[in-house]
């Protein structure tokens, strides 16, 4: 089968304005679900695309499907499109879906503010120099953080240009009561731009998010941790701060949160043994919204969510090459 472009019928359909949704009243709240696009849909990936549009759902808030593909290295476009198309199969759909690297022009804006702030410098260090200190996230001190690009000379500049914080302890809001707060002098000074050119996961999604007047964002708590850094970055950029909401991850069997790069099942291996409606049924059993076994579509579940229904706690996912099976990794969380 070909892959899908994101100009196809298929990949257009996925939109919320096919089932009515453009031409009414915008909500206030806008949220969005922004995959990277290195690699297939998998368990993960679908957990907490049907965790996001839930959310917003049940909110009548607007959702976009952002598709993060600014790494040139491990992005690929078949990816961005095969994704939109498996999202539409499990049955999500959107009000809106862009490509990150679509908003070039507005990356770059950005960093035109942060040099004319003086925030910008160069930091041709290697990454064993700045392990000096103890830490890979200590700042280097060898004088770089003193060496201002002044504004339209980031554009000239073939090295990575980090973006210098002041010190501060920072403490985004998590409506689930997630401990957040961070010393950015821990954090470091953090690259925002590349020395390939590509621009940071951290500075686009701050500018991309305020673009869109995204109000919450609903992800996986091992993104938790980029919170404070992207709060200060909307500090220094006069943007306004969402709401954070930080759910449960599929673990592979080292523990890890299950990810295209610890090798998780992709979806073209689950469908031929899975209908939409089961595989929808699967992840919802691993986040307590209902009983294991059990087969249902993303809007049948919208009934009666809320956040207090969902699993707090990891789960533990295997796939035997048929089937998927998962454990707690909490035992005193283990009820729906």
Not at 8 to 15: D, F, K, Q
Not at 46 to 61: E, H, I, K, T, V
Not at 196 to 221: C, F, K, N, T
Not at 250 to 255: D, H, M, P
Request: glycine share 8%; charged share 20%.
């Amino acid at each position: 089968m070909s892959t899908p472009s994101l100009r196809s019928p298929r990949v257009r359909g996925a939109l919320h304005g096919r089932y009515g949704g453009y031409g009414q009243p915008m909500a206030q709240e806008r949220a969005r679900f922004a995959p990277s696009t290195t690699g297939p849909a998998h368990p993960g990936t679908l957990l907490a695309g049907l965790l996001c549009w839930l959310d917003a759902r049940s909110r009548q808030a607007r959702l976009l499907l952002r598709l993060e593909d600014l790494d040139p290295q491990r992005c690929r476009p078949e990816f961005a499109a095969a994704l939109v198309v498996d999202l539409a199969w499990l049955g999500l759909d959107w009000d809106e879906v862009e490509l990150q690297s679509a908003a070039h022009a507005r990356h770059a804006a950005a960093l035109d503010q942060l040099a004319g702030l003086g925030r910008l410098y160069p930091s041709p260090a290697s990454r064993a120099e700045r392990l000096q200190g103890g830490t890979q996230l200590t700042p280097y001190d060898n004088g770089e953080r003193q060496r201002s690009l002044p504004p339209g000379g980031w554009r000239q500049c073939p090295e990575p240009l980090r973006l210098r914080l002041d010190a501060g302890v920072v403490s985004p809001c998590d409506e689930g009561g997630l401990e957040l707060t961070q010393d950015l002098a821990v954090l470091g000074d953090p690259i925002v731009r590349r020395r390939d050119g590509a621009v940071s996961y951290q500075l686009a999604v701050v500018v991309d998010d305020a673009a869109w007047g995204v109000s919450r964002i609903v992800r996986g708590r091992d993104i938790a941790p980029s919170s404070a850094l992207q709060m200060a970055l909307r500090a220094i950029l006069g943007l306004p701060e969402p709401l954070y909401r930080h759910h449960l991850l599929l673990c592979e069997a080292r523990g890890a949160k299950l990810a295209k790069l610890h090798g998780a099942v992709a979806l073209a291996d689950l469908r031929p043994h899975y209908t939409a409606p089961q595989l929808c049924g699967v992840l919802a059993a691993c986040a307590g919204l209902v009983a294991p076994g059990t087969s249902c579509t993303p809007t049948q579940l919208l009934a009666d969510f809320s956040w207090q229904r969902v699993r707090r706690a990891d789960c533990l996912l295997r796939w035997d090459g048929r089937l998927l099976a998962w454990t707690v990794l909490d035992a005193s969380d283990a009820a729906p």
